[in-house]
């Protein structure tokens, strides 16, 4: 009896000891560790203005001490990029901005006009230092706007996701994504130099907020294995060159960065994160690593047919799918198929001419036919940002009159004129219950999803990042070019290699000042952006696109004017259009050199080869559906374009 | 003749009056009648789609039929819809319903005859 009494009473020590230690959150640390980094950095920028205010910069020695005085301000935002890039990311405009004017169309703002951002704070100020004339006013206006942005992120709504651990893993999966793409390239860092010792001093201060949230947040820890590979990672920055060019951007990102996204994702799912911010809108919290194709989701590739997951029917869908790319039904004449330009032999597109005829045979389109292959990474399609999904594309290639010419009423009779594509397109209507008949949507829709198909192969350099797999010294000295001196990822991010960055909802256009002319005797008269949105900033503005593949997709850029890859590099090693003499008022792209050596890009075009991607290419079909209409069964696969 | 034409004129005005049904859905102001049944089948496609993807938790069966419930339209803009409710956050995504169905549904539900107001029980 006694025995079973003792027993009892330790089993109810135990309980309530296990009870009583029981990790309980209390995120009142962690959010007062915040509000002091925040104003700490206040304190520095309002320092900075008041030494603005009192300098005369008049002497290259007064500028040099505001410089000075802009870095340690920056340090300072530095230990807390970590919160203000995602908790507020259009304030961060006003305290890093890269640009005074970006227009933006996040995916949830695809059916409005772009936005205009206005950039001010520490990058601009420091650019603004280096021209001729410095107002005081105009750099004092700069910090004063950053100020102002700063205050807003001690604001309550603001700072209520900070109660919650959830938002932890999130901003900590921006941090990541940003490690990987940003914070090594000069993105945002007005000063080459400043590039790495920012990084380290980031870094560190990110291991104390780390710190701080395991005092606040026991329940849903950051496990030990992910502190010490942050650390190891602490580590090997402080220990690479000071130089980004000398950095080792490929084992950072490789070793340590990608490796922790892959933990920190495993946590996202672990704790049931859900986000309630638009900084996660298009990332997948299943993606389990930085170079898998499903980190973000750009397109709907199956358009109206989203909701089909039977194999079977999958299957009729790119059966058809196939059939109406190669079939020149879709034109006017019945002689022009997507094939024509978009040629499968060729990654998709056409590397035989600058730009492709026009629907009449004779004159040609302004702009080089685009490749397919990874179109669905982006938020906004065509060269110009005009569609704001694919199927959106198809319907008007064949309805221009410069590119296809039907009328598309017309020409959906001629398609269902096919008892082939009539039966198995009324057959696939069951999906579609809200259309009670076969629309041009379904056309549209069986073409994206059948060609994207193509998109979901990897490259030697993904097999590097993912599975360790060797790769020759030259591909990985290219890289480390590309994200550093050749400034090619300041653009092109990581990991698509497109103007889609980190957190991956919006697609950028830049200002290359492209040639008309192998000569440089004129700008290309093509407004780009322009036409779309008719802004002055969008005046000859290009969308991104991805370097994936480039090495099969000649000639380049919108109007095709570069017929290799050494004249693409040559292109940028000049300093694009304005490096080369010619008048560009808003190039984005710096006219200064990159000095470049022979060496160097010759590393550069090895790496690019290493993105070669393994695509499984198909041959076109045997033969086409043949119609009721009779005149229509002459028609060729492919079409005769 | 005259006497089987009005007889066929009548005749064709009984099935009309009995075909006429209730409007199901509130025209905007000012629409032209050309546009009418463009509108209407809009509304159909999102009210197929809110079927699909909202029904099953939104709508509630009284006396054996859906009842369907009125939104404010405050409470239908998608933004708000995607992100301000941690169910959304990972239901209504825009990989399960892109924008351009979603706008359908919105379209529906903005355009739906109110739910008559139900009386209070008199005890």
């Known amino acids: 009896m006694a025995k079973t009494l003792i027993i009892f009473f330790i089993f109810t020590i135990i309980a309530f000891l296990s009870i009583a230690f029981q990790p309980v959150d209390d995120p009142k640390d962690y959010i007062k560790r915040y509000e002091t980094k925040i104003n700490n950095f206040r304190v520095q920028q309002l320092a900075l203005l008041q030494y603005i205010k009192k300098n005369n910069l008049q002497t290259a ?24 890039r995602y908790l507020d990311p259009l304030a961060y405009k006003k305290i890093n901005g890269p640009l005074p004017v970006e227009w933006e169309t996040e995916v949830f703002e695809k059916y409005e006009k772009p936005y205009k951002r206005i950039g001010a704070g520490l990058t601009l100020a420091a650019l603004y230092l280096e021209e001729p004339v410095v107002e005081k006013d105009s750099l004092a206006r700069l910090i004063q706007s950053a100020i102002s942005a700063t205050e807003s992120y001690q604001a309550d709504s603001t700072t209520r996701p900070l109660q919650a651990y959830t938002h932890f893993f999130l901003c900590n999966r921006l941090y990541l994504l940003n490690l990987a793409a940003i914070y090594t390239t000069g993105f945002e860092c007005p000063h080459t130099d400043r590039v790495i010792p920012e ?20 329940s849903t820890p950051l496990p030990n294995e992910y502190l010490e590979l942050y650390e190891r990672a602490l580590l090997f920055a402080r220990d690479q060159p000071n130089d980004n060019s000398m950095f080792d951007h490929f084992t950072f990102i490789k070793d340590y960065i ?7 994702q495993t946590y996202i799912r672990r704790y049931e994160v859900v986000s309630a911010s638009f900084v996660d809108y298009s990332l997948n919290n299943e993606a389990t690593s930085i170079f898998k194709k499903d980190l973000y989701y750009g397109q709907n590739t199956k358009g109206i047919f989203l909701r089909v997951h039977d194999d079977k ?3 009729e869908i790119d059966r058809i799918g196939k059939m109406l790319f190669y079939d020149p039904i ?5 002689s022009r198929s997507c094939f024509s330009c978009h040629n499968s032999f060729e990654y998709f597109t056409d590397t035989a001419t600058a ?35 694919l199927q959106n594309q198809v319907k008007e290639v064949v309805s221009n009159h410069m590119e296809m010419g039907s009328d598309r009423a017309a020409l959906l009779k001629k398609i269902l004129s096919c008892a082939d594509y009539e039966k198995t397109f009324k057959n696939l209507l069951t999906y579609t219950p809200q259309e009670k008949e076969v629309t041009f949507d379904h056309v549209a829709s069986a073409i994206t999803f059948y060609y994207s198909k193509f998109s979901y192969g990897y490259a030697p350099f993904d097999e590097a990042m993912d599975q360790n797999k060797p790769m020759p010294p030259a591909v990985t000295r290219g890289f480390n070019l590309f994200m550093s001196k050749a400034q090619c990822a300041t653009c092109h991010f990581v990991p698509q290699f497109n103007g889609v960055k980190p957190p991956f909802v919006g697609s950028e256009f830049e200002v290359l000042g492209t040639p008309a002319d192998k000569n440089f005797t004129a700008l290309s008269a093509d407004v780009g952006r322009f036409g779309v949105n008719p802004a002055p900033e969008m005046l000859h503005a290009f969308r991104t696109g991805s370097i994936r593949n480039i090495a099969h997709t000649k000639p380049y850029m919108h109007n095709g004017v570069f017929t290799s890859l050494e004249e693409v590099i040559d292109f940028y090693n000049a300093g694009g259009g304005a490096g080369k003499g010619l008048k560009v008022e808003n190039q984005t792209l710096s006219s200064d050199s990159l000095h470049l050596s022979a060496a160097e890009k010759k590393d550069l ?11 499984p290419f198909e041959a076109p079909p045997a033969k086409l559906p043949t119609s009721r209409t009779k005149s229509l069964n002459n028609r060729k696969v492919g079409g005769d374009y | 003749m005259k006497y089987i034409l009005t007889v066929m004129a009548a005749f064709l005005f009984l099935i009309g009056c009995a075909t006429k049904k209730q409007p199901m859905y509130i025209y905007p102001q000012g629409i032209v009648e050309e546009k009418k049944a463009e509108f209407v089948q809009y509304c159909e496609k999102g009210k197929v789609l809110y079927g699909i993807h909202c029904a099953k938790c939104h709508s509630t069966v009284v006396a054996d039929k859906e009842v369907i419930p009125d939104f404010t339209p405050l409470q239908l803009s998608t933004y708000d819809m995607r992100l301000g409710f941690t169910k959304h956050q990972s239901t209504l995504t825009e990989r399960n319903i892109p924008e351009e169905e979603l706008e359908l549904i919105i379209f529906f539900l903005g355009h739906k005859i109110p739910n008559a107001p139900t009386e209070p029980k008199k005890k």
């Open chain 1, 605 to 615: 075009l090895v790496f690019i080869h290493a993105l070669d991607e393994k695509i």
């Open chain 1, 355 to 389: 730009t492709a005829f026009q629907f009449n045979h004779q004159d040609f389109l302004p702009r080089n036919t685009p490749s397919l292959i990874n179109v669905e990474y982006n938020h906004l399609v065509m060269l110009d940002g005009k569609h704001i999904n």
């Open chain 1, 61 to 84: 020695i007064d500028l040099e001490e505001i410089k000075e005085q802009i870095d340690l301000t920056r340090n300072s935002m530095k230990g807390v990029d970590f919160f203000l």
């Open chain 1, 330 to 334: 879709l034109s006017a004449n019945n």
């Open chain 1, 199 to 218: 990084l380290r001093h980031m870094m560190a201060e990110v291991k104390d907020i780390y710190l701080a949230y395991a005092g606040s947040f026991p």
């Open chain 1, 258 to 264: 990608n490796p922790l996204f892959s933990l920190n």
């Open chain 1, 313 to 315: 029917a999958l299957v």
